[in-house]
């Protein structure tokens, strides 16, 4: 499963991500990481089996946790062109075969590149 | 014996729902399996469908008197500008117009998807005063059924084909055809092929001057050739219009092209009435008979350098080959409403609502797309650069540092032993390297170098040093030999001169 970590700026510099690793031997995947002046940012992907362990030993050293999808198409505004197929870096975006356009959850890594292509703002990264 | 019938037949079958209606798409698999002889004989309409940005769009709008009346000198809706250049209380709207703070995210094309879909639209409006118009100013909501009139007119709509875009730069762009990547890492492209309406009637036999057509969801008219109409190479356009209050907005959206603009995409469709064999066959085109070019973006001139010569087909495949790699590419319009406009229409028909009409004048089949005229002389980076003082990468900083001081440069190009481009120095990365006691050149320089091209316009240079935060260009051929250098300075003084 995939698990969008928040840490706050006083964290930043701790590391959090190996010593999860250690605790729960969880070989844990960085997806994305984004480190700004105010917070840390970083998708991972956890084995579904060490999942609810993994998420327990990073709330227990205070980092916020969300699960779950963090992108999505207003299927009300796409219009199904397809532009965004050719931007998104890991192929996650298609078309099916009546040209409907899908974004596939699992293979996501909430770039965030589809965002400012579309040319209908139909994409929005959730918060 | 070869078919032939009149639109007045064909619209008497309509009436009695005996008329046979295909789509374009419908219409190539047809004649492709049966024959154009079969096809003529077995259908009556074949109906087109469009769905792209149609950047030259618009809206003229009739608010109605207020009380005491006012002539509105200028006027916002939503915030966005309308044109006020017409009677008392009309404007045009048009779909490009951006918010001034909202920028690409909100304009024109968004404020008439808005008065479509039924939404408050805020007005605001000042004027001068006059002796018969005395009010100043004026601010409320309104929604389309407020209006008097709203009729779309869209001076060039429906291009016939369009050229696929990819950007050759090693930086990303954001252009009027979408988000390119470097390197030639997408491509794009749009128009609907084998389903655009003039492709499928190339002679503009049965598309003309009066030609009731499916406009943004309701019916508009033809009312001639758009701007830039370009039959012989076979970019031709159409005018069009039709009242917006018929319309949909399914098939009339806001878009939004980042740093580029906002637009209006139509959905526009067209019938073609097969009155004869020849125009069977004219309708059986398929995606793989509609060329066209991939054209590189990332130069920044009128004439884009051609890539390659493509087609439809392999525009829809999803993935275009460029020098032996396949480039993903995939449409900016949307095929599947453009569907979706041909299929509607073909219904419209089919149900007795939509009858065919006869061109009243049929469009020009000449006239070609000139370029503007220019008074003043354009200016490319080979115009106004200097000769590069150069230096290689084994000189110490020392050296460089008289070389900058003696030919009183802010730049060093490092160059191969064969002359190339390796790198650039500048008098701070020197004076930084003086006073951290750093004595190689190799570890100062800066070795991604963002280059100019001798033909590249001077305000693409100066766009260049702007977004990267510098003060040169050195000036490079396709080998990366170095002509020269463009600098800030060189820009300053020419901004100068031109005053």
Known sequence: MKARLRFDKQRTAEPIISTVILKTKAPINILRAEVDESTGEVLIEIPD?????????????????????????????????????????????????????????EKCVNCGACVDCCPTRAISMLQ | ???????????????????????????????????????????????????????SSGVFLNFGHSDPPIKIENLTLNGVEAYHGNAAVDAYLGA???????????????????????????????????????????????????????????????????????????????????????????????????????????????????????????IGYVTGSGTQHDPRTGFGTLMVQGDLKSMNPRFLRGGSFTNYGTTLYVGLGIPIPILNEELAKKTGISDEEIKTNLLDYGVPRRSRPIMKDTDYAELKSGKITLRDRAIPVTALSSLKLARDVASTLKRWIEEGKFLLTSPQERLPDSGALKPMKISKETIFAQNIMIPAVTCTADEDIDTVARRIVEQNVNH????????????????????????????????????????????????????????????????????????????????????????
Do not use: W
Not at chain 2, 22 to 46: F, L, N, P, Y
Not at chain 2, 416 to 443: H, N, Q, Y
């Open chain 2, 96 to 218: 490009t117009k951006m918010h001034p703070e909202k920028r690409f995210e909100y304009g024109g094309g968004h404020v008439i998807e808005d008065l479509v879909s039924g939404k408050e639209v805020e007005l605001i409006a000042t004027a001068y005063g006059t002796d018969c118009y005395p009010r100043k100013s004026v601010r409320t909501t309104i929604t389309i059924e407020d209006l008097n009139q709203a009729i779309l007119c869209n001076p060039r709509n429906a291009y016939q084909r369009y050229n696929a875009a990819t950007n050759g730069r090693d930086e990303l762009i954001y252009t009027y055809m979408g988000k390119l990547l470097p390197n030639f890492g997408n491509a794009t492209y749009s128009g609907s092929g084998e389903l655009n309406p003039l492709t499928n009637d190339p002679d503009y036999e049965t598309i003309g001057v009066g030609t009731r057509i499916f406009l943004g969801g309701g």
């Open chain 1, 49 to 105: 089996e060490k999942a609810e362990s993994t998420l327990a030993a990073f709330k227990q050293m205070g980092v916020s946790i969300q699960v779950g999808a963090f992108i999505e198409i207003s299927r009300q505004r796409c219009i199904d062109c397809g532009h965004c197929i050719t931007i998104c870096p890991v192929e996650a975006i298609s078309a099916e075969k009546d040209l409907t356009v899908n974004i596939d959850l």
């Open chain 2, 1 to 55: 014996m070869k078919t032939k019938r009149t639109i007045e037949e064909i619209n008497e079958k309509i009436k009695k729902g005996e008329a046979t209606v295909v789509t374009a798409e419908e219409m190539t698999e047809i004649v492709k399996s049966q024959g154009v002889e079969v096809a003529a004989r077995d259908v009556d309409v074949v109906t087109t469908g469009t769905f792209g940005a149609m950047c």
């Open chain 2, 412 to 499: 060093v190009v490092v160059v191969t032993p064969a002359g190339t481009l390796s790198g650039i120095v500048t008098s701070f990365d020197v004076t930084r390297a003086v006073a951290l006691r750093e004595r190689k050149l190799s570890s100062i320089m800066t070795r991604q170098v963002v280059t100019a091209s001798p033909d590249e316009p001077v305000e693409s240079c100066a766009r260049k040093m702007k977004k990267h935060d510098i003060s040169a260009l050195p000036v490079i051929d396709a080998q990366k030999n170095i002509l020269g250098i463009v600098t800030s300075e060189r820009i300053s003084t020419l901004f100068g001169e031109y005053q």
